[in-house]
């Protein structure tokens, strides 16, 4: 999966320091989800067109370094905010990049889509926490209590209001990723969504209400997606995924009396209990869904 870096390591503990020449730094533009970039097909060529089921490639990526702004966009480096560390290289934000007017040759905006694939794989990761704080600091801008202008915390990564002393956290969803068994362990209910860009097979997923457990969260998504009781909620693995500001959590479960689909249409536009015979190779294997589906498909 995506965060599956060892031996490297994201270091997400909070320890600012001053750039250093061979530090990442990070820039997006919120319209269209895009990073700055340079990205090389397998032959070593500049990738020239999107990533997609239909054009596989791995991409290899190359991410702006400080020394890259020092010598060309010297006047920004006040504005770069300390992230996390990927082992020893420091990663920064450049807190003032949030649409595309910015240039740094050599390098263009391209989705962050290529960090599900892209390598090296620890810095993909680092650039999807990278978006998920990214987008959390362009939102998280006046006291929601007080209304003054934020001000980042010194000693941990929060925004501190100095009028109120009001104190807000990165905001993290959790979300629930489920793999239903039919009763004879066989079959799987695989999905497509209706009305999102991803038309890729899925699993049932919905994120958590407050006050319902998570075990909760997977018994409501699956009545409410396809209409079927489930037993034995067993919990897989998760996964942080930045790309949505979430947390997954997957858990395996298996339906409980009628096996007949009753699909919500607005949510989904298929449904259907698939043989394990019948999954099929799965391109990519970053996400979460995409093991559980390969894994209930190599073991049951
Ligand atoms: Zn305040």
Redesign the pocket.
Known sequence: MLQDIAPHHLHIEYTPAEPQEDDLVFAFSDKGKKALLRAFDDTGRLLDRPVTDEYPVIPKLLFPRVLDYRSQLPDRLDGLRFLFRVDETAVFLDTGAYDESMALPGYTWLSTRLFRRGLPQEFSFAGATAWHLSEWYRTTRF?G????PLKPDLKERAMR?P??S?IIYPRINPAVIIGIRSADGERIILSRYADRPYKGRALIAGYCEIGETVEETVAREVMEEVGLHVKDITYYRSQPWGFDSALLMGFYCTVDGDEAIKRDPGELAEAWWCPRSEIGDLIGTSSLTNEMIARFRDNG
Not at 145 to 148: M, P
């Open positions: 006291c209590r007080c209304g003054a209001c009028s109120c009001n």
